[in-house]
Every structure is written in structure tokens, then in C-alpha cells.
């Protein structure tokens, strides 16, 4: 799987867009910005929030994890947590720098993986879904498949099913997705991310945890070469 550019960049900034916050981290710095998000947020107002936050930042691409179907470098769908205005939205056009838009989950799991057939599921807001088979990323919606009385997976195991069910019910239907979604898409590796991924207890066999930070990792990986 190749993610290149030529040529290469020398510094990036990566744009990790959450339900609840906007993360972001560029080449060299060591602390991130984080700028609260709402269900109104366009990308329009992000792109000036990201610009003005980061004005004493140096760098000369980016790369956005969007939290939403992307497709030709460009969201195609409304993210389910945020606000409207973001279909179709040119993100290179309005930053005025080289920009490459995916998936917030496919970001994260570039940034995991490590060859074979890994599937990511990010527990946070919602729930987010990456196959990589082979190099291959496929960019997944398992969350919002159909799960159980009439609710789909992210509606048990995202930020809201969690506060409607509890932790100890949470974790059961967290164990449960687990389960069904690596059967499903017969996966040696399952990578478990998301800010609520540390809630999750006795992990599966084949499975691993990752921190926030493999979404920025991804955001660098992006422009290199990945095997």
C-alpha cells in the first residue's frame, strides 16, 4: 500500500475530528491542540478553528481523519455527530496546502498497522470500522449495521449507548461486537482504539489496544510508504 507524494513533505499537520473534540498535532511539536466540537460544527468553521489554533505551527501538508464516508479525497457523507455543509467540502482548497482526507478509523488503524489482516474498531462517540487486508485500507460503516431491537452496533457500544446501558452491560455488547465483526470480516488482527477503548476489560484473544496517538501516527504515515 502506497500512501505518496511527490515530493515528500517535511512537516504535516494532522487533523484527528472527533464527536466531542478536534485533535491536532504537526510535525515536530510534541503537545497537541484540542478544540471542542458540537453537533454544529461545519467543515467550514473547522477549517478557520484549525487555522487560527494552529497560526505558530510550521508546516507544509495535512492530513484530516474525518468521522464520516469519504471519497475522493472529500467527505461524502454529513458526519453523524456534527454538524451540515460537509459534503463534497474541498479541504485542500480551503487550507491552501496539499491535504489528503479519510476516514478517522482508517486513519487510526494506518497508524496500527503492522501487515496481514487487521481489523480497527474505535470506541468513542460512535463506532468506528477499518479493514486493512494486505496493505489494502477498507474504510468500513460496521457501526451502524444492524445489532440488536432494532439499534445498531454503535448505538450499544458508542458514547450514548455507554451512558444509557452502564459499563458492565457496555462491556458485554463491547465483547459481543468484537466477536461478530472480526468473524465477520475473518481477521488475525483486531486493534481496538477510540477514547473509550480503556474501558474495555479482559481483552479478547488477538486483540490489542492503542492510544489516541495512532490516529496522528497514521496522519504522517499517510505520506510515506506503507508495507
Not at 499537520?13 to 458540537?38: M, W
Not at 484530516?64 to 469519504?70: E, T
Request: aromatic share 8%; with cysteine.
Amino acid at each position: 500500500m502506497a500512501f505518496t507524494s511527490s515530493p515528500s513533505p517535511k512537516n504535516i499537520l494532522v487533523v484527528d475530528i472527533g464527536g466531542t473534540n478536534i485533535k491536532l498535532l504537526a510535525t515536530g511539536e510534541e503537545k497537541r491542540i484540542k478544540i471542542p466540537s458540537d453537533s454544529d460544527l461545519t467543515a467550514k468553521r473547522l477549517v478557520e478553528q484549525v487555522l487560527e489554533a494552529t497560526s505558530h505551527w510550521n508546516y507544509d501538508a495535512i492530513s484530516v481523519g474525518c468521522p464520516c464516508v469519504v471519497s475522493n479525497n472529500k467527505p461524502a457523507k454529513n458526519p453523524h455527530n456534527l454538524g451540515s455543509g460537509w459534503i463534497g467540502f474541498d479541504f485542500e482548497k480551503a487550507f491552501g496546502l496539499p491535504t489528503k482526507v479519510i476516514n478517522d478509523a482508517t486513519m487510526q488503524a494506518v497508524g496500527c498497522y503492522n501487515g496481514g489482516t487487521m481489523l480497527f474498531l474505535g470506541f468513542g462517540t460512535g463506532l468506528g470500522t477499518t479493514l486493512i487486508k494486505d496493505g489494502t485500507p477498507v474504510p468500513l460503516e460496521g457501526g451502524h449495521l444492524p445489532y440488536r431491537k432494532e439499534r445498531s452496533f454503535e448505538e450499544y457500544v458508542g458514547k450514548a449507548g455507554l451512558q444509557r446501558i452502564g459499563l458492565k452491560k457496555w462491556n458485554f455488547h463491547a465483547h459481543k461486537a468484537i466477536e461478530i465483526l472480526r468473524h465477520a470480516c475473518n481477521a488475525e488482527d483486531v486493534v481496538l482504539g477510540g477514547g473509550n477503548a480503556e474501558l474495555i476489560e479482559e481483552l479478547p484473544v488477538n486483540c490489542r489496544r492503542v492510544d489516541n496517538h495512532a490516529a496522528f501516527h497514521g496522519g504522517f504515515r499517510l505520506w510515506q510508504e506503507i508495507r
